[in-house]
């Protein structure tokens, strides 16, 4: 089983839609968690940190549920350039775990 | 925020030559420096971390003898690919994680662009 598993995708929706992407997580001694965005044969970028009582940063806003091991990533009035790879990341103890991502295509 | 850099950002070498690949933190100092391997549609991989002085902890599977990381400073890491193969193709990422506030704890990490190694 993988250490972090999400959905590749891809998801395609129009400009304006909101679309969520989750994560599940095996190692419950993580402690640290972040959702990174990556353009293509670019490096990935964090996009933001995740909390226990949930986050929002404008149109994005993460949430975690460690009893679950799952992390959720809601994007609302998804523009063009929201398209790209975003991939769920954990940190168990020093080293960041990368999910393998989640694509999303926004179109006009 | 913090900047780090790559060179170079592609490559393409013949199959059995080594590539060198430099990876600098350009305004923070580095104690730690991660080396990631990300293969067409797939996640980033750890292969090696790297503190500064001393000698890399790689991963498992990751062969210490082909991929030899070098930390002489804290502003430089290189990753050398030996004997390179055309399985060694890949998008090689480099991550340095700068210390932070007073406590001296280490939370952030900076990725640099990466550098494309093509393998013919």
């Known amino acids: 089983r993988k250490e972090v598993e999400q959905d590749p995708g891809p998801f395609n929706v129009p400009e304006g839609a909101t679309v969520a992407f989750n994560c599940t997580y095996s190692?419950?001694?993580?402690?640290?968690f972040f959702w990174y965005r990556q353009d293509c044969r670019k490096e990935p970028k964090l996009l933001m940190s995740?909390?226990?009582s949930g986050n929002e940063d404008g149109r994005f806003t993460a949430q975690l549920n460690r009893a679950s091991q799952y992390i959720s990533l809601l994007i609302r009035d998804s523009k063009l350039s929201d398209s790209a790879t975003y991939l769920c990341?954990?940190?168990?103890?020093?080293?960041?775990?990368f999910g393998t991502g989640t694509r999303l295509l926004v179109s006009p | 925020g913090a900047v780090v850099s790559q060179h170079p950002s592609w490559v393409i070498c013949k199959s059995g030559t080594s590539v060198k690949i430099e990876c600098r933190s350009l305004?923070?100092?580095?104690?730690?420096m991660f080396w990631y391997r990300q293969f067409p549609k797939q996640s980033l991989m750890l292969m090696a971390t790297?503190?500064?002085?001393?000698?890399?902890?790689?991963e498992q599977g990751v062969e210490k003898d082909k991929f030899l990381i070098n930390h002489a400073s804290l502003t430089l890491s290189t990753l050398t690919v030996t004997s390179a193969h055309p399985e060694d193709s890949s998008f090689y990422i480099c991550?340095?994680?700068?210390?932070?506030?007073?406590?001296?704890?280490?939370?952030?990490?900076?990725f640099g662009p990466g550098t494309r190694l093509t393998v013919t």
């Open positions: 991550s340095a994680r700068a210390s932070l506030g007073t406590s001296g704890t280490s939370y952030e990490q900076y």
């Open positions: 190692n419950s001694a993580s402690q640290s």
């Open positions: 995740v909390y226990s």
């Open positions: 990341v954990v940190r168990p103890f020093q080293k960041l775990v």
């Open positions: 305004d923070f100092q580095a104690t730690t």
């Open positions: 790297s503190n500064e002085g001393s000698k890399a902890t790689y």
